[in-house]
Protein backbone atom coordinates (compact mmCIF):
# COMPACT_ATOMS: atom_id res chain seq x y z
CA UNK A 1 0.00 0.00 0.00
CA UNK A 2 0.97 3.24 -0.48
CA UNK A 3 1.88 6.32 1.65
CA UNK A 4 3.11 8.68 -0.32
CA UNK A 5 -0.07 11.22 -0.05
CA UNK A 6 -0.66 9.97 3.56
CA UNK A 7 2.20 10.43 5.78
CA UNK A 8 3.95 13.95 6.40
CA UNK A 9 7.95 12.90 5.42
CA UNK A 10 10.34 15.63 6.43
CA UNK A 11 14.10 15.89 6.32
CA UNK A 12 15.96 19.11 7.45
CA UNK A 13 17.97 18.71 4.58
CA UNK A 14 16.00 17.55 2.01
CA UNK A 15 11.98 18.10 2.38
CA UNK A 16 11.55 19.07 -1.67
CA UNK A 17 12.96 15.46 -1.96
CA UNK A 18 11.04 14.36 0.34
CA UNK A 19 7.76 15.29 -1.02
CA UNK A 20 8.94 13.45 -3.98
CA UNK A 21 9.04 10.07 -2.45
CA UNK A 22 6.93 7.39 -2.42
CA UNK A 23 7.07 5.05 0.44
CA UNK A 24 5.34 1.42 0.36
CA UNK A 25 5.04 -1.40 2.51
CA UNK A 26 5.19 -4.75 1.05
CA UNK A 27 1.57 -5.81 0.79
CA UNK A 28 0.57 -8.79 1.41
CA UNK A 29 4.08 -9.97 2.41
CA UNK A 30 4.66 -12.05 5.62
CA UNK A 31 7.44 -9.80 6.52
CA UNK A 32 5.25 -7.00 6.78
CA UNK A 33 3.06 -6.59 9.85
CA UNK A 34 -0.35 -4.79 10.06
CA UNK A 35 -0.23 -2.04 12.99
CA UNK A 36 -2.24 -2.23 15.79
CA UNK A 37 -2.91 -0.04 18.20
CA UNK A 38 -3.78 -0.48 21.87
CA UNK A 39 -6.26 2.11 24.06
CA UNK A 40 -4.52 1.42 27.95
CA UNK A 41 -7.70 2.89 29.83
CA UNK A 42 -7.55 4.11 33.39
CA UNK A 43 -7.47 2.94 36.83
CA UNK A 44 -11.30 4.15 36.92
CA UNK A 45 -10.79 7.91 36.62
CA UNK A 46 -10.73 10.12 33.23
CA UNK A 47 -7.25 10.09 31.79
CA UNK A 48 -4.01 8.25 31.43
CA UNK A 49 -0.40 8.81 30.44
CA UNK A 50 2.40 6.96 29.00
CA UNK A 51 6.00 6.65 29.44
CA UNK A 52 8.56 4.81 28.37
CA UNK A 53 8.02 1.00 26.68
CA UNK A 54 10.13 -2.10 26.70
CA UNK A 55 10.93 -4.90 24.53
CA UNK A 56 8.35 -6.77 25.99
CA UNK A 57 4.95 -4.15 25.68
CA UNK A 58 5.27 -3.51 29.41
CA UNK A 59 4.40 0.43 29.63
CA UNK A 60 5.09 2.87 32.66
CA UNK A 61 3.14 5.94 33.38
CA UNK A 62 -0.02 7.16 35.36
CA UNK A 63 -3.90 7.42 35.25
CA UNK A 64 -6.44 8.87 37.55
CA UNK A 65 -8.38 6.98 39.88
CA UNK A 66 -12.28 6.78 40.53
CA UNK A 67 -13.32 10.64 41.47
CA UNK A 68 -10.43 11.93 39.73
CA UNK A 69 -9.00 13.04 43.16
CA UNK A 70 -5.40 11.84 42.74
CA UNK A 71 -3.36 9.67 40.08
CA UNK A 72 -1.52 6.51 40.63
CA UNK A 73 1.74 4.57 39.16
CA UNK A 74 0.72 1.70 36.48
CA UNK A 75 2.56 -0.70 34.98
CA UNK A 76 0.82 -2.15 31.71
CA UNK A 77 1.59 -5.70 30.96
CA UNK A 78 0.62 -6.50 27.27
CA UNK A 79 -0.70 -10.48 26.95
CA UNK A 80 -0.94 -10.75 22.97
CA UNK A 81 -4.34 -10.45 23.01
CA UNK A 82 -5.90 -9.33 19.88
CA UNK A 83 -8.70 -7.05 21.92
CA UNK A 84 -7.30 -5.26 24.53
CA UNK A 85 -4.17 -6.31 24.53
CA UNK A 86 -3.12 -6.57 28.23
CA UNK A 87 -3.93 -4.77 31.83
CA UNK A 88 -3.28 -2.11 34.02
CA UNK A 89 -1.83 -2.48 37.02
CA UNK A 90 -1.87 -0.19 40.02
CA UNK A 91 1.32 0.30 41.65
CA UNK A 92 0.03 2.34 44.67
CA UNK A 93 2.19 4.87 46.60
CA UNK A 94 5.01 5.07 49.08
CA UNK A 95 2.29 6.31 51.62
CA UNK A 96 -0.89 4.76 50.99
CA UNK A 97 -2.07 8.60 50.38
CA UNK A 98 -0.55 10.86 47.78
CA UNK A 99 -0.21 10.35 43.50
CA UNK A 100 2.67 8.93 42.15
CA UNK A 101 3.80 7.79 38.32
CA UNK A 102 5.93 6.01 36.71
CA UNK A 103 8.21 7.51 33.94
CA UNK A 104 10.38 4.28 32.47
CA UNK A 105 10.25 0.62 32.47
CA UNK A 106 13.38 -1.66 31.99
CA UNK A 107 13.52 -5.16 30.88
CA UNK A 108 12.85 -7.01 33.59
CA UNK A 109 10.01 -4.93 34.79
CA UNK A 110 11.38 -2.14 37.43
CA UNK A 111 10.21 0.63 36.88
CA UNK A 112 11.30 4.17 37.69
CA UNK A 113 8.98 7.01 39.17
CA UNK A 114 7.91 9.70 41.89
CA UNK A 115 5.43 9.34 45.09
CA UNK A 116 4.41 12.38 46.28
CA UNK A 117 2.13 13.25 49.51
CA UNK A 118 1.84 16.96 51.37
CA UNK A 119 4.47 19.14 50.06
CA UNK A 120 7.35 16.65 49.67
CA UNK A 121 7.76 13.91 46.76
CA UNK A 122 10.61 11.12 46.58
CA UNK A 123 12.50 9.48 43.94
CA UNK A 124 11.05 5.78 43.71
CA UNK A 125 12.23 2.30 42.16
CA UNK A 126 9.42 -0.38 41.88
CA UNK A 127 10.76 -3.68 41.66
CA UNK A 128 8.63 -7.20 42.00
CA UNK A 129 5.37 -8.46 40.00
CA UNK A 130 2.66 -5.86 40.63
CA UNK A 131 0.54 -6.91 43.64
CA UNK A 132 3.48 -8.56 45.12
CA UNK A 133 6.08 -6.03 44.49
CA UNK A 134 7.74 -2.66 46.86
CA UNK A 135 7.90 0.55 46.03
CA UNK A 136 11.03 1.61 47.06
CA UNK A 137 11.84 5.18 48.24
CA UNK A 138 15.20 6.36 47.06
CA UNK A 139 15.56 9.18 49.04
CA UNK A 140 16.91 12.28 48.16
CA UNK A 141 20.10 14.41 47.88
CA UNK A 142 19.36 16.12 51.12
CA UNK A 143 15.96 18.34 50.46
CA UNK A 144 12.47 17.64 51.02
CA UNK A 145 11.75 16.65 46.94
CA UNK A 146 13.18 14.34 44.08
CA UNK A 147 11.62 12.45 40.95
CA UNK A 148 13.06 9.38 39.06
CA UNK A 149 12.92 9.72 35.17
CA UNK A 150 15.08 6.54 33.65
CA UNK A 151 15.96 3.05 34.44
CA UNK A 152 18.13 0.87 32.84
CA UNK A 153 18.35 -3.27 32.85
CA UNK A 154 20.99 -2.97 35.96
CA UNK A 155 18.47 -1.25 37.92
CA UNK A 156 20.40 1.96 38.12
CA UNK A 157 18.15 5.11 38.25
CA UNK A 158 18.54 8.66 36.85
CA UNK A 159 16.62 11.84 38.14
CA UNK A 160 16.77 14.67 39.66
CA UNK A 161 16.39 15.81 43.35
CA UNK A 162 16.68 18.95 46.05
CA UNK A 163 20.31 19.27 47.26
CA UNK A 164 19.70 20.30 50.78
CA UNK A 165 17.31 22.54 52.53
CA UNK A 166 18.43 26.41 52.68
CA UNK A 167 16.90 26.93 56.50
CA UNK A 168 19.54 24.35 57.22
CA UNK A 169 22.83 25.84 55.02
CA UNK A 170 22.16 29.32 54.81
CA UNK A 171 24.91 28.94 51.80
CA UNK A 172 22.55 27.09 50.12
CA UNK A 173 19.87 28.83 47.74
CA UNK A 174 16.52 27.95 47.42
CA UNK A 175 15.30 24.80 45.54
CA UNK A 176 18.38 24.57 43.77
CA UNK A 177 18.55 20.72 41.94
CA UNK A 178 20.72 18.48 41.16
CA UNK A 179 20.62 15.52 38.48
CA UNK A 180 21.69 12.04 40.37
CA UNK A 181 22.15 8.15 39.42
CA UNK A 182 20.88 6.13 42.34
CA UNK A 183 23.29 2.88 42.32
CA UNK A 184 22.65 -0.39 44.13
CA UNK A 185 19.52 -1.35 46.24
CA UNK A 186 17.72 1.01 48.57
CA UNK A 187 18.01 -0.26 51.75
CA UNK A 188 20.75 -2.46 51.18
CA UNK A 189 23.92 -0.19 50.35
CA UNK A 190 22.31 1.33 47.51
CA UNK A 191 23.29 5.61 47.46
CA UNK A 192 22.32 8.62 45.33
CA UNK A 193 25.04 10.07 44.08
CA UNK A 194 25.07 13.90 42.77
CA UNK A 195 26.47 14.57 39.05
CA UNK A 196 26.93 18.18 39.69
CA UNK A 197 26.82 20.58 37.01
CA UNK A 198 28.09 22.15 34.11
CA UNK A 199 28.82 25.12 35.88
CA UNK A 200 25.07 26.56 36.66
CA UNK A 201 23.30 26.02 39.63
CA UNK A 202 21.10 23.59 38.17
CA UNK A 203 20.54 20.00 36.67
CA UNK A 204 18.35 17.39 35.84
CA UNK A 205 18.81 13.92 34.68
CA UNK A 206 16.03 12.51 32.69
CA UNK A 207 17.63 8.66 31.02
CA UNK A 208 20.04 6.19 32.17
CA UNK A 209 21.76 3.05 29.47
CA UNK A 210 22.86 -0.03 30.28
CA UNK A 211 26.42 1.48 30.56
CA UNK A 212 25.20 3.87 33.12
CA UNK A 213 25.27 6.77 30.93
CA UNK A 214 22.85 9.68 31.77
CA UNK A 215 21.13 12.12 29.76
CA UNK A 216 19.56 15.36 30.75
CA UNK A 217 20.00 19.31 31.16
CA UNK A 218 22.43 21.49 32.93
CA UNK A 219 22.65 25.30 33.82
CA UNK A 220 26.08 26.53 32.23
CA UNK A 221 28.33 28.98 34.07
CA UNK A 222 26.14 32.13 34.80
CA UNK A 223 22.97 30.52 34.49
CA UNK A 224 22.11 32.25 31.47
CA UNK A 225 21.26 29.05 29.29
CA UNK A 226 21.15 25.12 30.62
CA UNK A 227 22.46 22.68 27.74
CA UNK A 228 21.96 18.54 27.13
CA UNK A 229 24.52 16.75 28.81
CA UNK A 230 25.82 13.25 28.76
CA UNK A 231 27.02 11.98 31.66
CA UNK A 232 30.01 9.37 31.03
CA UNK A 233 31.67 7.31 34.41
CA UNK A 234 31.39 6.92 37.74
CA UNK A 235 30.11 9.92 39.47
CA UNK A 236 32.96 10.34 42.21
CA UNK A 237 35.66 8.03 40.55
CA UNK A 238 36.23 10.06 37.37
CA UNK A 239 32.66 10.77 36.20
CA UNK A 240 32.49 13.42 33.92
CA UNK A 241 29.36 15.33 32.84
CA UNK A 242 29.66 16.30 28.94
CA UNK A 243 28.24 19.53 27.43
CA UNK A 244 26.05 18.74 23.84
CA UNK A 245 25.72 22.11 22.65
CA UNK A 246 22.88 23.25 20.67
CA UNK A 247 21.29 23.48 16.94
CA UNK A 248 22.50 27.24 17.76
CA UNK A 249 20.60 28.68 20.30
CA UNK A 250 20.95 29.50 23.93
CA UNK A 251 18.92 25.99 25.08
CA UNK A 252 18.92 22.70 24.76
CA UNK A 253 18.09 19.23 26.75
CA UNK A 254 18.36 15.61 26.55
CA UNK A 255 15.55 13.37 26.67
CA UNK A 256 17.00 9.81 26.30
CA UNK A 257 20.18 7.76 25.87
CA UNK A 258 20.63 4.47 24.07
CA UNK A 259 23.07 2.00 25.06
CA UNK A 260 25.28 3.15 21.68
CA UNK A 261 25.77 6.98 23.67
CA UNK A 262 23.21 8.50 21.62
CA UNK A 263 20.94 11.10 22.67
CA UNK A 264 17.45 12.67 21.94
CA UNK A 265 16.51 15.43 22.64
CA UNK A 266 15.38 19.30 22.21
CA UNK A 267 17.41 22.70 21.33
CA UNK A 268 16.68 26.05 20.37
CA UNK A 269 17.55 26.75 16.81
CA UNK A 270 19.87 29.73 15.59
CA UNK A 271 17.56 32.74 16.79
CA UNK A 272 15.99 30.97 19.57
CA UNK A 273 12.63 31.39 18.15
CA UNK A 274 12.42 27.86 17.45
CA UNK A 275 13.11 24.49 18.57
CA UNK A 276 13.75 20.93 16.85
CA UNK A 277 14.50 17.71 18.19
CA UNK A 278 18.26 16.56 17.77
CA UNK A 279 20.06 13.54 17.70
CA UNK A 280 23.74 13.54 19.35
CA UNK A 281 25.95 11.12 17.67
CA UNK A 282 29.40 10.35 19.09
CA UNK A 283 31.67 11.39 21.92
CA UNK A 284 31.57 14.66 22.95
CA UNK A 285 34.62 16.83 22.80
CA UNK A 286 35.89 14.56 19.94
CA UNK A 287 33.10 13.63 16.93
CA UNK A 288 30.38 14.43 18.18
CA UNK A 289 27.85 16.15 16.88
CA UNK A 290 24.21 17.05 17.53
CA UNK A 291 21.83 16.79 14.48
CA UNK A 292 18.53 18.72 13.31
CA UNK A 293 15.93 15.88 13.10
CA UNK A 294 13.49 19.02 11.24
CA UNK A 295 10.12 18.78 12.31
CA UNK A 296 6.33 17.85 10.45
CA UNK A 297 5.69 21.48 9.63
CA UNK A 298 5.63 23.48 12.26
CA UNK A 299 8.44 25.75 14.76
CA UNK A 300 8.24 23.36 17.79
CA UNK A 301 9.61 19.62 17.75
CA UNK A 302 11.01 17.25 20.34
CA UNK A 303 12.72 14.03 20.46
CA UNK A 304 11.48 12.15 24.02
CA UNK A 305 13.03 8.79 23.52
CA UNK A 306 15.87 6.42 21.07
CA UNK A 307 16.12 3.09 21.06
CA UNK A 308 19.33 0.97 20.13
CA UNK A 309 19.04 1.23 16.94
CA UNK A 310 18.83 5.05 17.19
CA UNK A 311 15.19 5.99 15.70
CA UNK A 312 13.49 8.60 17.99
CA UNK A 313 10.02 8.95 18.39
CA UNK A 314 8.45 12.38 19.84
CA UNK A 315 5.99 14.90 19.13
CA UNK A 316 6.16 18.46 16.79
CA UNK A 317 4.03 20.85 15.85
CA UNK A 318 2.18 21.04 12.55
CA UNK A 319 2.16 23.88 10.03
CA UNK A 320 -0.64 25.40 11.63
CA UNK A 321 1.22 26.15 14.91
CA UNK A 322 -1.88 24.53 16.85
CA UNK A 323 -1.86 21.23 16.79
CA UNK A 324 1.30 18.48 18.22
CA UNK A 325 1.48 14.92 15.76
CA UNK A 326 4.05 12.18 17.33
CA UNK A 327 6.51 11.44 14.69
CA UNK A 328 8.89 8.36 14.79
CA UNK A 329 11.96 9.03 13.03
CA UNK A 330 14.04 6.67 11.05
CA UNK A 331 17.52 6.91 9.19
CA UNK A 332 20.54 9.62 9.84
CA UNK A 333 19.32 13.37 9.64
CA UNK A 334 21.22 15.02 6.70
CA UNK A 335 21.29 11.96 4.42
CA UNK A 336 18.44 9.74 4.26
CA UNK A 337 16.60 10.20 7.13
CA UNK A 338 12.58 10.41 7.39
CA UNK A 339 10.03 11.84 10.50
CA UNK A 340 6.92 10.16 9.92
CA UNK A 341 3.81 11.53 11.39
CA UNK A 342 1.72 8.54 13.43
CA UNK A 343 -1.18 9.92 13.37
CA UNK A 344 -1.20 10.68 9.61
CA UNK A 345 0.50 6.92 9.46
CA UNK A 346 -2.60 5.35 11.60
CA UNK A 347 -5.27 6.57 10.03
CA UNK A 348 -3.77 5.42 6.63
CA UNK A 349 -2.78 1.98 7.74
CA UNK A 350 -6.08 1.43 10.04
CA UNK A 351 -8.43 4.04 9.00
CA UNK A 352 -10.87 2.24 11.52
CA UNK A 353 -8.82 2.83 14.70
CA UNK A 354 -7.28 5.78 13.07
CA UNK A 355 -10.73 7.46 12.80
CA UNK A 356 -10.95 7.27 16.88
CA UNK A 357 -7.32 8.46 17.99
CA UNK A 358 -6.31 12.20 17.62
CA UNK A 359 -2.50 10.88 18.56
CA UNK A 360 -0.23 13.94 20.25
CA UNK A 361 2.78 12.75 21.47
CA UNK A 362 5.20 9.17 21.76
CA UNK A 363 6.60 9.09 24.49
CA UNK A 364 8.81 5.69 23.92
CA UNK A 365 9.97 3.39 21.79
CA UNK A 366 11.54 -0.16 22.03
CA UNK A 367 13.71 -1.96 19.93
CA UNK A 368 11.02 -4.45 19.25
CA UNK A 369 9.02 -1.62 17.65
CA UNK A 370 6.22 -0.78 20.17
CA UNK A 371 5.83 3.28 20.69
CA UNK A 372 3.55 4.19 23.88
CA UNK A 373 2.71 7.61 24.25
CA UNK A 374 -0.84 10.05 24.70
CA UNK A 375 -3.77 11.09 23.02
CA UNK A 376 -7.40 11.83 22.48
CA UNK A 377 -9.89 8.80 22.30
CA UNK A 378 -13.26 9.35 21.36
CA UNK A 379 -15.14 6.33 19.41
CA UNK A 380 -18.26 7.73 19.65
CA UNK A 381 -21.94 7.11 21.12
CA UNK A 382 -22.34 3.39 23.39
CA UNK A 383 -18.43 2.83 23.21
CA UNK A 384 -15.77 3.37 25.79
CA UNK A 385 -15.30 6.47 27.72
CA UNK A 386 -13.79 9.65 26.33
CA UNK A 387 -10.66 11.37 27.20
CA UNK A 388 -6.98 11.71 27.07
CA UNK A 389 -5.64 7.83 27.23
CA UNK A 390 -2.60 6.04 27.08
CA UNK A 391 -1.43 3.95 24.38
CA UNK A 392 0.49 1.00 22.68
CA UNK A 393 1.18 1.11 19.42
CA UNK A 394 3.01 -1.59 17.33
CA UNK A 395 4.55 0.13 14.40
CA UNK A 396 7.39 -2.62 13.72
CA UNK A 397 6.26 -2.32 10.27
CA UNK A 398 8.22 0.70 10.21
CA UNK A 399 11.44 -0.54 11.23
CA UNK A 400 13.39 -0.47 8.12
CA UNK A 401 15.66 -3.59 7.11
CA UNK A 402 19.58 -2.77 7.40
CA UNK A 403 20.27 -0.45 4.66
CA UNK A 404 16.59 -0.57 3.02
CA UNK A 405 16.07 3.64 3.89
CA UNK A 406 18.54 4.03 0.53
CA UNK A 407 15.62 3.19 -1.18
CA UNK A 408 14.27 6.47 -0.73
CA UNK A 409 16.86 8.68 -2.33
CA UNK A 410 15.72 7.01 -5.79
CA UNK A 411 12.47 9.15 -5.94
CA UNK A 412 8.94 8.35 -6.59
CA UNK A 413 8.16 4.86 -6.97
CA UNK A 414 10.85 3.52 -4.79
CA UNK A 415 9.73 0.89 -1.97
CA UNK A 416 10.32 0.28 1.20
CA UNK A 417 10.70 -2.92 2.42
CA UNK A 418 10.09 -3.35 5.87
CA UNK A 419 9.91 -6.21 8.42
CA UNK A 420 8.04 -7.19 11.49
CA UNK A 421 10.98 -6.84 14.60
CA UNK A 422 8.82 -8.49 17.00
Known amino acids: MSLGSSI ?11 AAVVVCLAAGSAAAAEPVIYNLGTLGGSSSSAGRVNDAGQVAGSSSVTGNLSSRAFRYDYDGRPVG ?3 MIDLGTLTGVG ?6 VNDAGQLSGFSSFGSSARAIRYDGTPGHGIMRNLGTLGGSVSSAAGINNAGQVAGRSDIGDPLIDPQLEPDTVHAFRYDGTPGAGGIMRDLGT ?4 HSSAASVNNAGQVAGRSDITGNAASHAFRYDGTPGAGGVMRDLGTLGGMFSEGFDVNDAGQVTGSSNITGNLASHAFRYDGTPGADGVMRNLGSLGGTVSSGLAINDDGQVVGYS ?3 DENVTHPFLYIGTPGVDGVMIDLDAWLDANLPAEGAKWTLDQARGISNTGWISGVGNYNDGPGGLTDGNRAFLLDASSLIPEPGALGLLTLGAGATLVRRRRR
Open 8 to 18: LLRSPCAAAAA
Open 85 to 87: GGV
Open 99 to 104: SSTTTD
Open 198 to 201: LGGR
Open 317 to 319: RLA
